[in-house]
Structure formats: C-alpha cells, structure tokens
T-cell receptor, first 108, second 112 residues
Framework: GIQVEQSPPDLILQEGANSTLRCNFS?????LQWFHQNPWGQLINLFY???GTKQNGRLSATTVATERYSLLYISSSQTTDSGVYFC??????????FGEGTQLTVNP | DAGITQSPRHKVTETGTPVTLRCHQT?????MYWYRQDPGHGLRLIHY???????DKGEVSDGYSVSRSKTEDFLLTLESATSSQTSVYFC???????????FGNGTRLTVT
C-alpha cells in the first residue's frame, strides 16, 4: 500500500516562531488532508488540499502532487498550536492513509 | 462541528468478551471509517464503509468486524477482545466526492 512519511517527528518551538511540517507520499493520490489533534485528543480537519496552496489565518498548506509532498506552515506559533499534526492521503475507493504525525510543542 | 457521536466514550472489558462500538452520524455522509490510534503508529484504518451494507477491510482488520444497516450507523465489533486491542478508536465520516474527513471524539477501550 501507499507509504506516508511525516517529518520531523517532534518539534519544540518558542511562542512566536515559525515552522514547516512535511508530508511525503509514495504514490499518486486523489487528495491530501491535514489534521490537528489537540491535547484533549480531538482531531480537527485543517486543510483539504489535493494540490496548490491554501491559507487559513496563521496556517497555510502547499501540496505538490507531481513531486508527492505537502508542506504545512505555521507562522507566529502560539501555545494553542501544540498537539500532533497528521497528514492523510486518499487513494482509490476513498481509502485514507495517515502518516505517523509530527508532535509539536510550543512553549510560552 | 460535524454531527458524529461515538458510544461509549470509555469502556473497560475483559479478555475474551465481545465488544461493540457505535458511530452515529447526522450528516447523511456516504463514507464512514473506523481507525485505531496507538502510540508510535498514528491512525490505522480498521474497516470502512462506502454505503449501506457496503464495507471493506483496512490495514488492521484482523479480529474486527463491522456492520452498516443504516446510513447513519456504523458498528465495530470485537468478537473476542484481546489485550492487543486496547486502543483509542476513532470514527470518521466523509461525503461523496472530493470532501474533507471529519472525526468523532473517540472511544477509549481497555482490555484487561
């Protein structure tokens, strides 16, 4: 099956710093999504982004489908950004496969 | 928030007992999924459904069965629970076509 790799696995930032999270995938996909799991365990959909760039406040995402990667940018990080960030790729039959996530800690 | 309810939210059971987890949606979405989340493994797909009575296996389906007799309900059954099935189980839904995936709040299952 398709392989999804996220990097870095762990990231520690000071409040106000910027960061870039990466998601690589091993085969062509129908679309890609980014999720944030907060410290209470809730999974929130951040972006649905099969290709191109989208922005939502301090977060933006870019997917280059032809090169099989996606990037999630977090600017001016806040402590509430802490948690785990997952990317998921959708293949045929609407199966979604997740990467193992990036654990982000933002310190005040 | 997407209308997804998982029940129960927490359950402790003994090895060898049957367990059924329920996912209920009010969005009338076509696709429903069951994932398990374990440390070091991210989210792994157990089973998913692409319509009433239409289901397919995911990457970790052994020891699990599912049923979907109505659009709004997707049941996950552990016929004989084992300690390796201790995990957090998430249900997710997605509409037909290019659309985002939305998760329920999860069920924490402990098998002793």
């Amino acid at each position: 099956g398709i392989q999804v790799e996220q990097s870095p696995p762990d990231l520690i930032l000071q409040e106000g710093a910027n960061s870039t999270l990466r998601c690589n995938f091993s085969d062509s996909v129908n679309n890609l999504q980014w999720f944030h799991q907060n410290p209470w365990g809730q999974l929130i959909n951040l972006f649905y982004i099969p290709s191109g760039t989208k922005q939502n406040g301090r977060l933006s995402a870019t997917t280059v489908a032809t090169e099989r990667y996606s990037l999630l940018y977090i600017s001016s990080s806040q402590t509430t950004d802490s948690g785990v960030y997952f990317c998921a790729v959708e293949t045929s039959g609407s199966r979604l496969t997740f990467g193992e996530g990036t654990q982000l800690t933002v310190n005040p | 928030d997407a209308g997804i309810t998982q029940s129960p939210r927490h359950k402790v059971t003994e090895t060898g007992t049957p367990v059924t987890l329920r996912c209920h949606q009010t969005e009338n979405h076509r696709y429903m999924y069951w994932y398990r989340q374990d440390p070091g493994h991210g989210l792994r797909l157990i089973h998913y459904s692409y319509g009433v009575k239409d289901t397919d296996k995911g990457e970790v389906s052994d020891g699990y069965s599912v049923s979907r007799s109505k659009t709004e309900d997707f049941l996950l059954t552990l016929e004989s629970a084992t300690s390796s099935q201790t995990s957090v189980y998430f249900c997710a839904i997605k509409a037909l076509g290019n659309s985002p995936l939305h998760f329920g709040n999860g069920t924490r299952l402990t098998v002793t």
